[in-house]
């Protein structure tokens, strides 16, 4: 298996309609937190599917693919690590984990983090010293620092919160809305869980919280309980 293999599968799924519509959905224009990206056109399922029917492809091969200048063949990359990762040894899980980490810079849009640092840099760190994640918080790049609160869903699914709430802390101030939506919604996550948790961490800092952090955070409250926070009533 090689990566012109994946490529060639790639072009043959791409729409040129669907290319212009991704373009703008992520935000490619000059200025614009994806500026630059390039789009073939080809959707997530499908991309999972060519991600399974590549899993066996070596790191060499998946590296060209997650150095590409295209979106699609980023993504499928990253996928394929997705499902390398759980059926992998010890030493090759932390292979994949340092690739990862070593090429970061390719991982610039918020559906490659989404779809991959809780099933990587989450999965490795679990039971290890957690000092990476608070590196990348601090990080000047915004991808990095989604990495890092994104990462800790693999913990809140297991019922471990407290490097979440940390993180959650340490980019409450952050300038951009993506981070401001990545942390509600695993704030949220945390409630879904356990309300109480959620609840101690909002009512300590909702009121200085940007207001989509928020809004994310409590999405699912009942009603009365969602407009006493929004009104800084509770």
Do not use: C
Not at 85 to 101: M, T, W
Not at 144 to 167: C, D, G, N, P
Request: cysteine-free; glycine content about 6%; hydrophobic content about 40%.
């Amino acid at each position: 298996m090689k990566a012109e293999d994946v490529r060639k599968r790639l072009r043959k799924l791409a729409s040129r309609e669907k290319a212009e519509i991704a373009q703008r959905f992520f935000k490619t224009g000059p200025g614009e937190y994806g500026e630059g990206d390039v789009f073939i056109g080809v959707r997530v399922p499908e991309l999972r599917r060519l991600a399974k029917d590549f899993q066996d492809l070596s790191l060499t091969e998946i590296r060209k693919l997650v150095r590409s200048e295209i979106h699609e063949e980023r993504l499928v990359g990253l996928l394929i690590l997705v499902r390398t990762y759980p059926k992998a040894d010890s030493k090759v899980q932390e292979r994949i984990y340092d690739f990862y980490l070593g090429h970061l810079r390719f991982v610039n849009n918020w559906d490659l983090v989404d779809s991959s640092a809780e099933h990587v840099v989450g999965a490795f760190l679990r039971d290890k010293d957690k000092k990476p994640l608070y590196r990348l918080a601090r990080s000047k790049i915004l991808w990095e620092r989604r990495v890092a609160i994104m990462a800790t869903f693999h913990f809140i699914k297991r019922e471990e919160f407290s490097e979440t709430l940390k993180i959650a802390e340490m980019l409450l101030s952050d300038e951009e809305d993506l981070i401001h939506k990545a942390v509600g919604w695993m704030l949220r996550e945390v409630g879904n869980r356990d309300m109480a948790v959620e609840e101690r961490f909002l009512k300590k800092h909702y009121k200085g919280m940007p207001r989509t952090m928020l809004r994310y955070a409590i999405e699912r409250f009942p009603e009365p309980k969602r407009q006493r926070y929004l009104k800084g009533k509770v």
